[in-house]
């Protein structure tokens, strides 16, 4: 009688096979196989974005050191980080990772801004203001730039 309860539960009771398991656990890694290398482009894409976005900010505040002075002479680490404390400045290589970017290149009528983000691509943004114009080249070297301009 005992025995007999035990195997009318038994019967009574429904479950996944092993094949559908299976196949459920193909179809996710299918899914996982497309998606994972969808998003690891979305990060360095990211990553390139805020270099970008670096070297914009770091040309306002250039400029907003130009509109006290009309001269870009003079703009160094200390006078930019008054302007934009945001952004640390420096001589050296610039990491976007730090939030960092180098300030090269400065005279009277000109400058240029670079930063490097973590996918390894470097964005320099040269500004120069001559007598024959002023002109403004965004370039860019790396794994995450194409044609050589943002």
Do not use: H
């Not at 996944?16 to 996982?32: D, K, P």
């Not at 050191?65 to 001589?91: H, K, M, Q, R, S």
Request: glycine share 10%; aromatic share 8%; proline share 2%.
């Amino acid at each position: 009688m005992f025995l007999e309860r035990i195997r009318r539960r038994a019967k009574k009771q429904d479950g996944f096979t092993l094949i559908e398991l299976l196949v459920v656990v193909i179809i996710i890694g299918l899914l996982a196989a497309i998606a994972i290398p969808a998003f690891l482009g979305q990060r360095d894409k990211a990553n390139d974005a805020a270099a970008k976005s670096l070297v914009r900010n770091g040309a306002t505040a250039m400029e907003a050191y130009f509109a006290e002075g009309n001269t870009y002479a003079g703009a160094d680490a200390a006078a930019l980080g008054n302007i934009e404390p945001n952004i640390v400045w420096t001589a050296a290589a610039a990491s976007a990772n730090n939030d960092e970017v180098q300030v090269s290149g400065v005279a009277a009528t000109g400058y240029t801004l670079t930063s490097v983000s973590s996918s390894g691509t470097t964005y320099n943004y040269v500004k120069d203001t001559t007598a024959a114009g002023s002109t403004v080249q965004r370039t860019c070297a790396g794994p995450g730039c194409s044609g050589g301009s943002w």
